[in-house]
């Protein structure tokens, strides 16, 4: 059973249900559920060619305390012990799945939970994969949690009777 599970977001819709799959993670196992966002600096480093644009800085901190602030609401809603933590650490540019693998490491989770877009070929190698790393690189159970099929393309299959049925969301990793 566990007993720390740890989630990641970013403020996608993946990991909106990344958020909701931890809650029921949590509840069920009766677990303290922590909130992660880790500040992404790489696309200010590419913006200008010559470094991170230090004047955006205060900006996306507002935006991963709202968006800690909005996760912790709905772990409220659940009535669950939860605690929310943002990692600011420009020098990581972008390694956030380093910087969640350490945090790993620190806080004692015993699972992680994390949204995948479920990008693949080309897409993968440029913008490189945060679930991915996490699912081969993590000392603990990783729960990658898929992108909603709205905005995925999820296949959809028939049964017999008509009905129609959306393919699993939720895969685990270990």
């Known amino acids: 059973m566990y007993q720390h599970v ?11 249900q990344a958020l909701d799959e931890a809650i029921r993670l949590a509840s069920a196992c009766h677990a303290h559920l922590e909130i992660l966002h880790v500040i992404d600096y790489t696309f200010l480093q590419y913006e200008t060619g010559y470094g991170v644009r230090t004047d955006l800085v205060p900006e996306l901190l507002e935006f991963g305390h709202s968006l800690l602030s909005d996760a912790a609401a709905a772990a409220e809603k659940a009535a669950l012990r939860h605690s929310e933590s943002l990692i600011d650490n420009v020098l990581s540019l972008g390694d956030v799945a380093g910087q969640v693998l350490k945090h ?13 877009h479920g990008r693949h070929g080309l897409k993968r190698v440029l913008l490189g994969s945060v679930a991915e790393t996490l699912a081969r690189s993590s000392p603990v159970p990783v729960l990658l949690v898929r992108e909603p099929a709205t905005h995925h393309g999820a296949a959809m299959s028939s049964t017999d009777g008509g009905d129609t049925t959306r393919t699993d969301q939720t895969e685990a990793s270990q």
């Open 104 to 116: 790993v490491d620190a806080c004692g989770a015993d699972v992680v939970v994390v949204g995948t």
């Open 6 to 16: 740890l989630v990641a977001v970013d403020g996608s819709a993946c990991a909106r």
